[in-house]
């Protein structure tokens, strides 16, 4: 599925980051890709977060997953909420929702949080950090949005949900299936589901916090520092007041700390593995029967298609000091690239399933790097899940 009459440039300029934005039915051929039965399964699975979120007696209950199959049958047909996080990464179809949005780059994608809501069901009044698409799948919701919130914003005590004590509605719309709205961050929203089977595609964007970014840069340094990189100063020379920290030692001190911080070489690959890490860190994806790198060869000589494990995240940053080499990130795992090997890594960054040229069977660098990816899950030849209408239009 593609959009239609959708003005990217128009929407980047006057919305995105900006203010909510209606975007109505804009599909080629809008088709909802997951059955309500098929989302509680899911949530029933171990490895898989969810949360069920009912209204009653006047208060909002939250059940952590995985979810009892026999739950469902007791919640009747009022006022609930499942919604199940990173669903993209286990359905193919709902992976493939990611692809029209990537006008956004990859780096800033966190995963497609699905919900199934009965009748009057919904999170609640609230904000988020990030922006989201929310695609309506099935069913109608009504949706508002209101004033912009930051951590100073009141919020109701509750021990699981982030609900704004006052929320002060500025728009409303009712979404059918197919129609999409945009949320910026800090935008209060609440949803509601109008009657039954009321199902909602949130793709979200990560935006990591200067907090989160000087933390994890400086835990990466600590750990590659040394006991012997310690402050020295040979042309010490006798102050009048032993007590005080001179000019010349407060410079000579911080710039043994910026000579470390301000690496920006060393803050490039840093990010690359930072921002290209499994969102969730303990799920295994290799192969129960992993193929050896004769048989990888053979399928890319006949001209088998490649595709991209959606739990995965490939990105690449060109070298500062060469614009034809890069760096490819998959999973926090970083490969240099150069020559054919450069190009190989940024048609796989760019394209989420494809067809590789034949002559790349023969370049043992790429064949090294496809060996370890299909060895790690995060490559397959999978005709048979993703079949061809996930192919990218333009494959090699």
């Not at 199940?84 to 995963?111: G, K, Y």
């Not at 301000?262 to 890490?277: I, R």
Request: proline residues 4%.
């Amino acid at each position: 599925m593609q959009l239609e009459n959708f003005d990217i440039d128009s929407f980047l300029r006057y919305y995105w980051q900006k203010k909510p934005c209606l975007i109505k039915n804009p599909w080629t051929a809008w088709q909802n890709p997951l059955a309500p039965d098929e989302l509680a399964g899911l949530a029933c699975e171990a490895e898989v977060e969810s949360r069920l979120i009912v209204h009653e007696n006047n208060g909002i209950y939250v059940e952590n997953g995985p979810i009892e199959e026999a739950r469902f049958s007791l919640l009747g047909q009022k006022s609930w909420t499942l919604l199940v996080q990173a669903v993209d990464h286990h359905v193919p179809d709902v992976a493939a929702l990611i692809r029209p949005f990537r006008f956004i780059p990859d780096w800033r994608i966190d995963d497609i949080m699905v919900s199934i809501a009965a009748d009057g069901g919904g999170v609640g009044a609230h904000y988020d950090q990030y922006d989201v698409f929310l695609i309506q799948g099935l069913g109608r919701r009504k949706w508002q949005v209101g004033q912009a919130c930051d951590e100073k914003t009141p919020l109701l005590p509750h021990e699981h949900l982030r609900l704004l004590a006052d929320f002060h509605v500025t728009d409303e719309w009712v979404l059918d299936a197919g129609d999409i709205l945009y949320v910026p961050p800090g935008v209060a929203h609440n949803g509601v589901a109008i009657g039954d089977n009321c199902m909602t595609y949130s793709i979200g964007f990560r935006a990591p916090s200067t907090g989160e970014l000087i933390g994890n840069w400086s835990d990466d340094i600590l750990g590659q520092l040394t006991d012997d990189e310690r402050y020295c100063d040979p042309q010490l020379l006798r102050q009048e007041n032993a007590g005080e920290i001179t000019p010349v030692a407060i410079q000579a001190l911080h710039h043994l700390v910026q000579q470390k911080l301000n690496d920006s070489a060393a803050f490039a690959t840093w990010l690359g593995e930072y921002l290209s890490a499994a969102k969730y860190a303990d799920m295994d994806w290799r192969p129960e029967h992993p193929m050896n790198l004769d048989e990888i060869k053979a399928y890319i000589e006949q001209g088998e298609k490649i595709c991209r494990n959606a739990a995965s995240r490939f990105l690449f940053i060109h070298a500062a000091d060469n614009a034809e080499n890069v760096t490819l990130f998959v999973n926090g795992h970083a490969y240099q690239c150069s020559g054919e090997t450069a190009h190989f890594a940024k048609h796989i960054c760019a394209n989420d399933n494809f067809i590789l040229d034949h002559v790349y069977a023969k370049n043992d660098a790429i064949m090294a790097i496809c060996h370890d990816l299909f060895s790690s899950g995060h490559l397959a030849f999978f005709d048979d899940i993703y079949g061809d209408e996930y192919l990218d239009d333009g494959d090699e």
